[in-house]
C-alpha cells in the first residue's frame, strides 16, 4: 500500500511525518530516514488497527507529476 507522508523539519531538526490520509498518524526521528522509517512503522500500526475494529482502511495514492512550462 502506498500512502502520501508530509516531512517537516522542526526548529530543533527533528523531522516530522504525518500521514494526511490517516488523521492521528504522525511519527518523528532525528534524521529523514529515522522518520520515513517510524511513519512506515505508525502506518502499519494504524491499518492493523481499523482491521482490528472493522473499520474502512483508506485507500491507496497514485501519484503524477507534471511538468508546467512557466
Known sequence: MRYRIVLEQD???????ECPSLPGCISQGKTRKEA????????????ESLKKHNEPIPPTIEEEIVEVAV
Open 36 to 47: 520515513l522509517e517510524n511513519i512506515q512503522d505508525a502506518i502499519a500500526g494504524y491499518i
Open 11 to 17: 526548529e530543533d531538526g527533528i523531522f516530522i511525518a
